[in-house]
């Protein structure tokens, strides 16, 4: 699963449900409920559904066959998950003869008593027909819940203008919502779903479609069966309007499923997809074994996206147009996480929770890989920066990798689970060698595959292939918490360059790291050194006959720690020009900006974009352009430079600048084809002049998403009008949520004021309450105060006209 940027900083919207579920258990009970591995008493073998919707009611007719048979022990019971349904019959098949068969129901378990006792290994097949209504589900002492609900109906009735849609969602033990099974990671089963739909709508599922027959009643069924043993968190399905825009990989189809609207781009989103099959399947040494490769968009997704096994959910955040597209495609990441988990996660699969880093941190990981692989290592690299900080700005450092202990299951998918698990696995490669590396991982696949598998199987893996002992790494990482803070202090006397580096972490503990340091005599002329930290202080020594021009601790960049590197300025500047890694030039940038030093104008010419886009952000705050120089050269990044968000960054300056002569780039760039680029030219534009900022505004309203729709709105919300209604509510409803978007919350709610239709008004509050309730409770007495000092002020408004019912509904929303 990919959870989006936002749930680092907010948490995430699923685990607000089931923090309501498990709330009866004191604060703190959790930290002595040891969850480790699920027994299994009875495994699953196949299951075969067959399935109907009730669109009106929102209820799916379900009949399951499902094969077992007991794990290892004799057993003459078998216990399901099967949430909140209705269940009419339950049967044990013998031929095609039924015997009915005695069980409880408590709305969230089957508790079955079987005909006899069965040995280990002795198979009998149950049939059970059900009702599934995930939208009356109720957890035990909880409202109903909306984040796993299993089974979503999307504007089911047709009676708004989103699109009509079905689609599943069972990570992580939601789809025993719409079938009754044994939903935990550590089953695996062979899959058989027959869906019955209206014959205008397609159908997606596991595995190949097999069948499909048009029924008397204007319905059609369709087959899909899965070739190889999937888990039943795993299990997809989704039904839709939809069209299908077929690629492939080799002979495996990879296919598209999007809205008509976005069939034209589907492959301008979708379209790395098979070189990134060829690429994962190359370096792992193991190809894609599942039958076809489907990704499918859907709309309210709670998540980012979904691996279900060969039908990829995402969420409607990938939709992008042409012109989104030339910032750059912003869900290419995703679509790598969610494929590589079709190795990492659908074919090994974690055996529970606790260990879910063995699916996300090499989904994660993959995000670096992919990266590399296409755009080079600096680009990587600055992925990899951007995740190191999403885990170190999350304030998790006290929980470990693998977590036996935890409040609630979803509590695990976290910044720990997936941004500082794809930053070990970049040390475990440096460390081992990518040879060793890659050969570990196919060897683990080898051994796992169809299997579930926990963290040590990994390490032995490792170790079978490096033939080293790798406890310390994994008690460290895996098995532990935090990570180092390094003081880094140099001293040069007599021929000997020092080198002292402390652990200043006040954890008491001290790690132990395998660090290479980099002595540079002069310009790039440099040795390296591999030594290892393993004190509260190290100091290393190398001889050298002058002071060293530079020495760079962590010379490859892959430590994940905070650093307090006390170099000088010139020896900065000499790690910016000599030092290979992006790592290397951006802390120097980062030391320049800092310090106020002129040598940050050096990252205006570096060869990746990132690092002349953060160059241009730190002289924007530095108010650094001030320098005639460096601002010719802004001018000159503002026509010419060949990356879309650099150009608008630069363009973006001039706009601050006021200055008339820029008024000929504005004009020429608001007609760009990025977003970004327009957007920064029109701010240009207003700016210059801002008797014609709102009529510019509203001429390039028609056509304004990203950073054009931002400045569009602004402009609106300050001068426009009622009129502009429709536009600033759908760029609201737009807006991914984040905390971006409480900002533009306000902004909106405080042009609500000046609207006076009452219908207007109630519909634009209900979409603010709509985002606000998104936002996990713990947050909300910070980002709450401002939504209310709005709200007061429209219903104000809407009572001063005599709607005292309308001002009265809003003065409840907030209470
Ligand atoms: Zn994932």
Redesign the pocket.
């Known amino acids: ?3 989006i940027i936002l749930i680092l900083v907010f948490c995430s919207a699923t685990a607000m449900a089931f923090s309501q579920q498990e709330s009866q258990v004191t604060d703190t009970a959790w930290k002595h409920i040891y969850r480790g591995t699920y027994p299994r008493i009875n495994d699953l073998v196949n299951t075969k559904l067959s399935v109907s919707f009730d669109y009106d009611k929102q209820w799916l007719y379900g009949e399951e066959w499902v094969t077992l048979e007991p794990h290892f022990y004799p057993t003459d019971s078998l216990i399901l998950d099967a949430k909140g349904m209705d269940i009419k019959e339950i049967a044990l098949m013998k031929g095609n003869s039924k015997t009915p068969l005695k069980y409880a129901y408590d709305s969230m378990h089957l508790r079955i008593t079987l005909d006899k006792t069965y040995k280990g290994g002795e198979k009998y097949t149950l049939y059970l027909k059900y009702v599934s209504k995930p939208n009356d589900l109720k957890l035990p002492g909880s409202a109903a819940i909306t984040d796993a609900k299993g089974l979503y109906f999307i504007n089911p009735k047709g009676l708004t203008k989103e699109h009509t849609e079905i689609w599943t969602q069972g990570e992580t033990e939601s789809n025993s919502v719409w079938f009754p099974t044994i939903d935990k990671p550590d089953q695996k089963t062979l899959e058989e779903i027959s869906m019955t739909v209206p014959a205008k709508y397609i159908t997606l599922s596991n595995g190949l479609l097999i069948h499909q027959k048009k029924n008397a009643d204007g319905t059609r069924t369709d087959d899909w069966k899965m070739k190889y043993p999937n888990s039943p968190y795993l299990f997809f399905m989704g039904v839709g309007d939809y069209a299908i825009v077929k690629d492939h990989y080799k002979e495996i189809a990879v296919d598209y499923y999007v809205e008509k609207e976005y069939a034209p781009v589907a492959r301008k989103i979708f379209g790395e997809t098979p070189a990134m099959i060829g690429f994962f399947s190359k370096i792992l040494d193991f190809p894609y074994v599942w039958t076809k490769y489907d990704q499918i968009v859907g709309r309210e997704y709670v998540s980012g ?3 279900n096994t060969t039908a990829t959910l995402h969420q409607d955040g990938a939709y992008q147009n042409a012109r989104q597209l030339v910032d750059g495609n912003e869900w290419e990441n995703t679509i790598s ?2 494929l590589f ?1 079709h190795w990492f ?1 659908d074919l090994v699969t974690t055996e529970s929770w606790s260990n879910i880093t063995l ?2 941190s090499f ?2 990981y993959s995000e670096y890989l992919w990266r590399e692989h296409r755009y080079g290592k600096d680009d990587a690299d600055a992925e990899n920066f951007d995740e190191m900080q999403g885990y170190l700005l999350s304030g998790s450092s006290d929980k470990d990798l693998v977590r036996f202990y935890y409040k609630n299951r979803e509590d695990v998918f976290d910044a720990v689970s ?1 941004n500082k698990g794809g930053r070990i696995l970049h040390m475990l490669r440096n460390y081992v060698g990518d040879a060793a590396f890659f050969k570990s991982l196919n060897e683990y696949l080898n051994l796992y595959k169809f299997k579930p598998a926990e963290a040590q199987e990994l390490r032995l893996a490792f170790e079978d292939v490096t033939g080293r002992d790798m406890n310390w790494f994994w008690n460290q990482w895996y098995y532990g918490s935090g990570q180092p803070s390094l003081d880094i202090n140099y001293d040069y006397q007599n021929g000997t360059e020092r080198v002292i580096v402390n652990q200043t972490q006040n954890t008491g503990k001290i790690f132990k790291l395998p660090v290479a340091i980099d002595v540079y005599s002069k310009e790039a002329n440099k040795t390296r050194y591999n030594v290892w930290l393993d004190n509260p202080s190290d100091t290393f020594y190398f001889a050298s006959a002058q002071k060293p021009s530079l020495v760079n601790v962590d010379a490859d960049k892959v430590l994940l720690a905070i650093k307090n590197d006390n170099k000088s300025t010139d020896e900065f500047e000499q790690q910016y020009k000599y030092a290979p890694n992006y790592l290397d030039r951006r802390e120097a940038l980062e030391y320049f900006a800092k310090n106020n030093s002129s040598n940050l104008s050096l990252g205006l010419d570096d060869k990746y974009y990132g690092l002349r886009l953060l160059t241009l952000e730190d002289l924007d705050m530095n108010n650094g352009y001030s320098d005639a120089a460096v601002l010719k050269k802004i001018e000159t990044m503002a026509i010419k430079d060949p990356n879309k968000k650099v150009q608008a960054k630069a363009i973006g300056i001039l706009a601050k600048v006021e200055d008339k002569k820029y008024q000929p780039i504005f004009q020429k760039y608001i007609t760009d084809s990025s977003y970004s680029v327009a957007g920064a030219a029109l701010t240009g534009l207003a700016a210059l002049d801002p008797s014609q900022s709102y009529a510019l505004a509203k001429k390039y309203s028609t056509d304004a998403l990203g950073d054009l729709g931002t400045e569009v709105s602004a402009i609106f919300m300050s001068q426009g009008s009622e009129g502009d209604f429709d536009f600033l509510l759908n760029q609201f409803k737009k807006e991914p949520v984040g905390q971006d978007k409480v900002i533009s919350g306000y902004k909106f709610a405080n042009y609500l004021i000046k609207v006076n239709d009452p219908q207007k008004v109630r519909e634009a509050v209900d979409e603010i309450m709509k985002f606000r309730n998104q936002i996990p409770e713990k947050y909300r007495s910070y980002i709450d105060p401002g939504f209310k000092r709005a709200f007061d002020n429209i219903s104000a408004a809407q009572k001063a006209k005599g709607n005292t019912e309308l001002s009265d509904y809003i003065d409840n929303l907030l209470k």
């Open positions: 699963m990919k959870r996206a979904m691996e996480h969610e988990h996660g699916n996300e989904a994660n997936y």
